[in-house]
């Protein structure tokens, strides 16, 4: 996706996005270390930690710690940015309570890392306090890999190639025909409507939609609409089974999970799936 953020939103979505399944979740967590440190610490023996720990089955303790709802703190924050951290003691650590981790051998109290320097600050560890280092974490951020300001010269060949990809429309799509268009429509809006940050762009094949990158892609086809949504078959919430795995299959667009829309009392449903992959992103 060709946009660079600018300052406000890369703050709202590095905040609350999935940071550890990203390929560069460690080399994100190591620039935060290293960012305007004289002295570079090595990666080589760190792990990436989840402070809130990644086992579903939690532990009493932590149950206590994150609340009456703490399946939902834990599935929100679990790979967010403010509940990861690097250690050389990773295995040590694993489900233990939030104070062994603080105070065992290895633990947090005996970390040089700066990124824990707010963790070892706390006597608690629960949906505030991840929120409040990922707040930390993300102006550091900001400042590691700040907003360009580039001239109009070094912005025009990035431009040109943007406008590639206006050549194209609704009326591109040979299997376009009044019932998909009022399916299309409906879905574009519905769509949209998720929020500003939404960008729609007409592709050869498909029409991608997205947000820090596509969350939705849509092939009109002659009865119905064919979507492929970004997410891993298998943290897709799909109680009426409307999803096909076709990971590892080939297809226009990008993600693991096949959609169809087929009717316009399919839509309500289509957009619980659709909206799973936009709010996985971390956009509000």
Not at 36 to 62: F, G, M, R
Not at 64 to 86: A, D, F, P, R, Y
Not at 106 to 112: D, H, T
Request: charged share 30%.
């Amino acid at each position: 996706y060709k946009e660079f953020p600018k300052d406000d939103r890369f703050l709202e979505i590095f905040r609350t996005r999935d940071i550890y399944n990203m390929n560069r979740c460690r080399y994100i967590l190591g620039s935060l270390e290293n960012w305007d440190n004289k002295s570079v610490v090595s990666l080589d023996n760190l792990t990436t930690e989840h402070i809130i720990p990644q086992n579903p089955d939690l532990s009493e303790s932590w149950k206590n710690l994150l609340g009456n709802n703490w399946s939902e703190v834990q599935k929100k924050h679990l790979h967010s940015i403010g509940n990861l951290t690097l250690t050389a003691y990773n295995s040590e650590m694993s489900d233990s309570s939030f104070t062994d981790k603080l105070d065992m051998k290895g633990g947090f109290k005996e970390s040089a890392l700066r990124l824990n320097r707010y963790v070892v600050g706390q006597t608690t560890w629960g949906e505030q306090q991840v929120i409040e280092r990922a707040a930390i974490l993300s102006d550091v951020a900001k400042n590691a890999w700040p907003y360009p300001i580039l001239s109009e010269d070094e912005l025009a060949p990035y431009q040109k190639q943007e406008n590639k990809s206006s050549q194209y429309s609704l009326e591109s799509y040979d299997q376009l025909n009044p019932n998909t268009r009022v399916l299309f429509e409906k879905l574009n809006t519905r769509i949209l409507n998720l929020s500003t940050f939404v960008k729609r762009e007409f592709k050869k094949m498909y029409i991608a939609y997205k947000a820090d990158t596509n969350f939705v892609d849509v092939v009109i086809q002659k009865s119905r609409l064919r979507l492929t949504v970004n997410m891993k078959y298998d943290d897709v919430v799909d109680p009426k089974g409307l999803c096909k795995d076709i990971t590892d299959v080939g297809r226009w667009g990008n993600g693991d999970v096949d959609l169809a829309l087929n009717s316009l009392e399919e839509l309500d449903d289509v957009m619980k799936i659709i909206e799973q992959a936009f709010w996985q992103q971390g956009v509000d």
